[in-house]
Structure formats: structure tokens, C-alpha cells
């Protein structure tokens, strides 16, 4: 037996997204990332996390290195910085640092995080530093139309490594919780 | 003669208090109210009977640099203080011990090494010492106190200084050292004055003035507090460990923030995160440590972030030679990073000149919204000058272009044009001015722009912001001493070098020699029109600089075009009057020596 | 001579000095070290009274330039004292505790002023004027017009007597069996010599013996000696000059022989083959007197040098003296003496 399904109309549900309040938070430009890119979706669950605690875009600090994820901060109505490669961390600990009242969102792939930042998610993570650190892993350095990351998976075949991924992937969840974030 | 000019040096063997002696001598003259140079020499090994080397010159006037001649030697051990009697100028003093405990070889005794026109007192320290104390320890203080009567230093300043330097000990310790300083002071009386060293008095120290005893790293320090350095991240790399290490004792008590990072990069990149937040932020490092920094320097630069970094230079390249000084980082410092990413960079001449560049880096990384960088050097950031403090704090605590009244539905523009291209600047937390900076060219919005027209713009704004910095006020971005008008030497010199510089070229003046010298303290952007006016009127011109490639005579001949004779000297020692003042010579007969 | 010879001069007087000068000619190659107890460089004694004539700067009477020592490879030691010297081993010891070897020694260390017994205990409370330092002292002392009261007057202090006079100073001569020292002089023929002095000025104590020296009362002159008789005289500045005894302590365990000086050959060489003497500190054999005798004077003492330094070098030249050494008043009724004649 069907259960009935309660039908979506689109100008309700236009209606109910507007109304949220959450759109207040994302910017006037359009993302560039591709259809169907994960990093829509965790843009949603920023803008909705920054929306259900009250906190004012003005008080909002959005740091991102290079990469795909680097365009996070032109899209979200808040002050931003877009850094160097891998160097997301460090200045999202200074900016913390010059004024604690500010809630501080750090953004990166996985090459940003692991390859070239390496050096510093474990001092971020002893420090225990108050901000939130999303990295986003897909296995791939993406904006440079795919090379093999950190975390490219043994045997994975791209334009440098054409004969196969010979590297064992780094094992984040491993390694952070060793260094200690929480 | 009321100017007072007497340069000391002590030397001893390590443990003898070489150190100790030199600091207390220093410290009591600057508390008498004269004007002291000092510049201590450490044994290279941590361990072992090396070489300690204390030199304290004590003026009326303000003087730039230690005397290649002393007026007087103390020698502590005469095994390492015997290479030093050329040092004294003819009658001149050389202190000595003339009662050693263990019997001699011919010749390791300075009796036979004072020149004949040096005056030699022979002292009996090591008994002088025991006599007052029951040991020989403070044979150090007998000498100090032997110098006060001999010279007419003023005792109740050592009294003090010697009280305050042992007050965290036991009380005994400390009167057992004034009682060795009476001891050597009551055995001098028996001494004849035959040396024509003399003293005369301090000079006037203004009302409410305070004159201190710093390095060059002190003076940063000062000069980064009394200017509201709000945060500090840095790495270890000498000579600038001890910039930092003091502003972690000093910061906190002052509600201001630092942390030690986990290397130069991760330093200067929260140095910017923290310029961006609007708090006012510096790192300190060396030349190996900037080379790392230049890449985030230019992020610095595209996203108009102010930023303050000292750099202390050292021996190079690489690694180089890291307990040397050197001058050789100008060019990093200028040019370094991709791209047109011009800065600020000032180099200050002596330790007040590093109090004032530190504080007015601060004013002028926020008012032109760059990075700023201060160029010091191993000898400057370890020589102690005395410095007076006026009662008023010199720096203006908010030198930021605020923000006007946004129009509702208007898009804060980060990075609009203006007339003097500096544009208003919103930080984190102030209402409506939510904008990202980015290190890709962008449109006044700061949004991301690869367009020809955009980043002619703006390339044009980032640099012609920066002249602004040519007229800032309260900062001698460049300064000429000496002859006015046409001259027949002019010497051109930057970082402590000029110190060495103007001694030369007061000594050419008294031989005859038309001669002027030139400071150029901002290196970037650099004073042209001031600098074009001061070679126009020399018919030669030398630079003297501690680095091989002559790298000021490059910077300004590439930007004059007017060829310039050098004096490159890469010692890792400080630059010697003499050689200077020989080519000022040279050049001043018609011929550049070779 | 071989090269490197190691010649040392012990005193830097003018036999010390006249010493080194002809060592250097003779021996171009010869290593030479003087030595000294002073502070300064060779600086003629008979120049010392130019402290009251405005001399303040020892530089001022200095004989040669700091340079010249430099220029003629001399080590200079100065503020050294010799404590023993080893004939037989070749070495020197030093107070500061330091050894130095030698081929050749010359002693000229001449003599320290001597001060008879019974005025010892008041040494505290008189002056010197041997040194440049002394004699400064004495200057700095002495108020203007202020009076020096001498003991004895041995010729050295009547040749700074005539200067005191000379530059507004007043002098009271206290007379011993040491006046006129070195000449000999029978008290029954004093009387005319000290006529002479009275006539240029110095007022001249006889008869009682000097009792004892102490500071003068308040308001007083610093100075008063008080005689046998009760008598006080009164002076600013109390110096002996009771003639020279010879400065030879720091040789008696060298084992050559010793008199009141050292004795030395015509050659002026000790008894150790290797040690030489010369000038007021040594007594050399004279044939004629069958006895060893003192000479004194500038041009004597210079001469001492001189040969000491020749026959240090090869040659053996006995000293000869000038000759003549009696006190003599000249026809303008002033004392005179060959031993105040100098350069």
C-alpha cells in the first residue's frame, strides 16, 4: 500500500528558505564551484549553524587558503581572507588572537590542509585554538583540474601520477585525534 | 674641556666578571647622566676560559659608535688581555694585576706589552680583593672602584648600580662588592695621575626626562609597547630571539597577546590574520627567517594589510654566520617576493632611532594599510646606547583612514580609490564593512579581478599610497650631517654603518676634507629627490656598507643612475672608522683607492 | 756579537739610558730590555726642578719620544720591579712573578735617598724628590711663596734650592754632616759655602741637632721641627737630602760582591762574568786610591754607560772619570759644581 506523499510547491518552499533568515548570510556572488559539488552543501550548513546562534555577520571571520574551497569567503556576508596555500591556520590563529570575540571559520581541501599546511594543523590542534577548522577531502587537488593529494587513495591515476599513486593516503581522522583536536 | 669623550675596555677571561663590570660601569655613568655606547664580546664556546671583552665609551655628546682607540684598559687576565694593549692610544691607561699568584713565562705579563706611550699602573687586585672581601671573586669591582678614583667617575651612582645588580641575593653578597669598589678606590689613592684621561661632567638631562640603557632589541621592544602592539608571533632565529622573549614578559601585563609559532611562516601568517583583525601586530626574525616570510609579505601587500616585521640582520647567506653582523639583506627586504610588491622598509642608525622606527612602523602599517618593514642589525640590536625617554608617549595610537557613513544597500568597498590611494578601512566587527581581502588582484569591492585595466589600478594604487610615507611626520627618513653646500666627499651609509660613517667624516673635517654624510633611514620607498640633492653637491661619493654586493650603492644607482664608489666589508664585524675615513681620503686627493 | 743576544738594562736613568743607546749602535741585532720601577719613560732627573718653573706635563721632559723605543726594537718595562737576579742560571725575577732570561745584565739602578736613623720614624711626614711624581707632589703642597725646609742639602737638593728661589718659593736649610754630599766637606770649611747659599737667599740652620719633625698647629704652617736647643723651625714641605745610598737589595743573593755598591772592575763588570754596573749604584776599583770609590755626576754616570755598554759588547775600555769634583765658589761669589753640569 503507497503512503501518500505530501506534495513540495516550489514558491512555499522558496518561501520557507527566505524566511529562515540564513540567506542573510550568504553573499551577493555566485558560487563558481561545479553542479553537484559537495562544498554547496557545507556552505548551507555554515550559513544555517551561523543563523541558529544569533551570531551578527559583522562578528563573522571566514579564512581559506587556495583551492576550490578558497572561494568559501566571497560567498558568505562576512569579512574574509583569502590566504596563501596552507596557510588557512596561522592566520586564522592571529585573527583570533587580535579579537577573541570574533567566531573564526577556517576553509581548505586537502592538499591546502595536508600537503602544504601540514606543518600546521597539529600546532592548531595543541593549541586548541577556539575556531572552527572545515576541511574538505575529497582526495584530489581539484582547482588545478586534478593531481594526487595527500589523501589520493594507493594506485589512484591522474596527470602526475600517471603510473599510479605509489604513496600511502595520510590517515586524517588518525592523525588528528594523535594531535589532540577536539 | 667640559666635552667628555673616555672609552674603557675591560678584558678578561670568562668568570673573571668581565661582562658584570663592563654592565655596572655602563649603567652607573648613564645613571650619572652621560651618554653611554657599549658592546659587550662573548667566548664563542659556551664552555671553557674563552675571551670576554667589555667596551663602554662615555660621552657628553651624542657620538655614533665605539672608538677604534680606548683611553683606558683594564685587563682582568693578562693571557687574553695582552692581544688587546694596541687598542689604547698613547697616554692612554692599561690596568693590570702585578701580583698574579702562579709565576709567569717570559712575556705573559703586560708589564712587558704596555707601549712606551701608554701609562701602566700595576695593581695588586686579587690582595686589594681579599683584604676586603676574604676572597678574590670581585676583582672585577676592585678595578671599578680603582677607575672611580683615578678618573673622578661618580661614586654614588656605582654604590647604586652595584646594590641594584646584587639585590636579588643575599644582602652580604651585595656589600661585600661595595666593599671591594671602596677597597680599589682607597688603593688608588696612592697612585699618581700620569695618564691625560679626563672626565668632565654629565651633561643637562631635561626635566622629567628619563635616560635608560638599552640594545637595539630593547628599543624595539620599548618602542612596540609604547606604541600599543596589541600582537606578537614569532620564531626563535638570532640576533631577534630577545625581541621576542621580552615582549612575552611585557605583553601580557599589558593585556596584549603573543605566541611563539611553529616556524616564521605560520608567524608572519598570523601576523597578518592579525593586522587584518585590526589589532596592531608584529613578528621579529633574521635573514634566513624573511626569506621564508617574503611570500606572505607579498599577501601582505595585495591585500593592504598592515603588518609590522623586524628583521636583525646577520652574517649570510643562508645560514651564514649567525653570531656576526652583516648588512646584507636590504635587497630581500626591498624586493623580495613575486611580483611588484613594493613596501615599507626603514633601517634606524643607532638604539633611539630603533625606538622611534619601532613605535612609528605601527602608525605608519595602519595609515598606509602595508606591510612595514625594520631593518636592524647583530651589532645594533646588541649595542647599549643610552636613550632619553621624554615624559609623552611620541606615537599616535589609531593612524586608520575611518570608514564614512555607508549608504543602506551600499557595498562597502575595501579597496576604493582615492585621491591619496589609501582607501578607508572597516576590521572585523565594525557594522556594515563585511568584506574579504584576497591575494588575487580584485576590484575595489576585493572581489577577485584578472581584468588589465583593474590591475594597472591597482598596482598603481599600491604604490603610489606608499609616498605618503615619504612625509610622515616626527621621522627622519633621511638625514645629511656635516659640510652644507658643495662638498668633496660625500658619504652615503645606512643601518649602524652610518654610526662609523659620521666619526670618519667629523675626522676628514678636522684634516681639511669638505665632507658630508648622508643617513637614509626609509630604504623603501626611497627618498629620492632628498637623496639626488645631497649627491649633486659631492663631487665624490662613498658607501660604506656590510655586505659584498654593495647592495645601497645598487638601490641608489639604480634609481639615480650617478655612479658611486663602495666600500664593501663583509668581517662580520662592524665597519672600522679608519677604513672609511681612508677612502674619504683617497677619494678626496682625486683617485678612488682600490 | 751573536744574534739575539738578550741585553738587559735594570734602571732607566742616564747611565741606563746612554747603556741602551750604545748597545743598539754597536749591536743592531741584539734584543734589549730596560727596566724600570717608574711609570714613565727616561726622563732626565736634573729636569725635575721644571715642575716649579711651569713644567706640569711629564711628557714635557721626557728625552725620547714615546716612538723612539719602538723604532729602536727596545721592550720597555716599566712599573716592574727586579726582586732577584740568578748570575748563574741567566735569569730575573720580577715582583709580578714573572721570570725573563738574559745573556748580559747592567745594573743602574743608582741610589734612593737616604735618611739617617733617628729620622726615620718622621718619614711619613717628609718628602721626596726622586720622581716626577714626588716632585709634582711637592709642588701641589706647597703654597704660593710657600717655604721648603731641607735636611742636609746633598747637591741635588741645593740644585733645587737655587730653582725654589728662583720661582718665589722660600728655602730654610737645616745643615748636617750630609750637606754638600757628595763633595767632602770639613764642617771647619763649611763656613764660606754656606755664606754663598745665604747670598742667594736660603736661610741656613746651624748648630743644634734636629730633635724631632711634626705637624705644625692650626693656622700654622704644616711643618715644625723642633731641635735639641728648643729651637722650632717652621715650613710648609720637610725633605731630606742626606745623599744617595745604592739600590742594590734585589742583588744580594746574585752572589757578586757587594760593598755599599756593587763593586765592579775598571771595565765596570761585577764579579759575575755575565752582570755589569754603572752609575751612582756601583763602586769602581781605582788603582791610584787602592780602594773602590763612587763617581758621581751627570757627565760621570753618562760615561759608566757608555762603557759598561762597549764591553758588554766585546770590548774592555776602562771608565775614566772627568776628574774634577770639588765644590768651588765661582767669581760671582755662587756655588758651584761639576756635578751640577748637564746637558
Redesign the interface.
Known sequence: MNEPVKPVYLEEKLEEIRSDGHLAYRSKSLPTWCPGCGYFSVSEGVTKALKELHIPTKDVVVVSGIGCASRFPFFLEAYGFHTLHGRTLPVATGVKVANDALTVVAVGGDGDGFAIGGGHISHAARRNVDMTYILMDNGIYGLTKGQTSPTSALGFKTSTTPYENRDQPLRPLMMLLSYGAS | MDSTDLQIIICGSAGDGTIAAGDILKRAMARAGYKVIAFDLYPAEIRGFGKCVARVRVTTEQVYSLKRRSDVLVSLDDSHAIEHVGEVR??GAVIF?????????????M??H????Q????LAQREVCERATSSSRSRNIVVLGFLARMYGLPVAAFHEIIADKFKTKAPVVGESNIRAFDAGFEAATAY?K?D?VTLGPPSHVAEGADTVMMTGNGAVVQGCLDAGI??F?GYPITPATTIMERLAVEMPKAGA?L?Q???E???I???????????R?ATATSGPGLALMV??LG?GVM?EVPCVIFVSQRGGPSTGMPTKTEQSDLNLAVFGGAGDAQRIVLAPTNVEGCYRCAGKAFELAEKFQTPVVILLDLYLSNRYETVIFSKDNIFEPNCSKAVEKQDPGQ?YQRFQLTDDFVSPRA??????????????EHNELG??SDSGEMHTRMSAKRHRKLEGALAHGDLNICKRFGDEGPVDVGILAWGSTFGESLEAMMAAQAEGIRCSAMKVVMLSPLPVDLIAGFLADCKEVLVPELNYEGQLANLVSGQLGRPLSRLSRVTGAPMQVEEILEQVRALAKGRAAA | MAKGTHHVIIGIGIAGNRAAEILRERDPDCRITMITMSRLPFYNRYDLPKVFRGVRDWREILVDPPAHYDKSHITLRRDSRVTNVDGQRGTLTFAHNEEIGFDRVVVCTGGSGYLPEDLTDYRHLMNGFATFESAMTVYELLPEGGRVVMLGGDMIGLDLARTLLETGYRVTLVVNDYTFWPHRVAADQRGKYLEALERLGIEVHEGAKLERVKEGPKGMPARCLVFEDGSEVFGDVVMPFCGLVPSVEFMLSSGVDIERGLLVNPQLRTTNERIWAAGDVCQIWSAEENAYRFYYGWNNVRAMGEVAARNMTGEEEPFVSIGDEDLYVDKSGHINSPFWQHD
Open positions: 698613547d697616554f694585576e702585578n701580583a698574579p699568584i702562579a709565576r709567569l713565562r717570559e712575556g705573559r705579563h708589564s712587558a704596555v707601549k712606551p706611550g701609562v701602566p699602573y700595576g699618581f700620569l691625560d596589541g600582537s608571533f597577546r605566541l609559532t611553529e616556524d611562516i605560520s608567524a601568517a598570523a601576523t597578518i590574520g592579525a593586522g587584518y583583525a585590526g589589532s601586530a611570500e606572505m599577501l591585500a557595498a576590521v572585523p566587527g565594525d557594522v556594515g564593512g563585511m568584506h574579504t581581502v584576497t591575494g588575487l572581489r577577485p
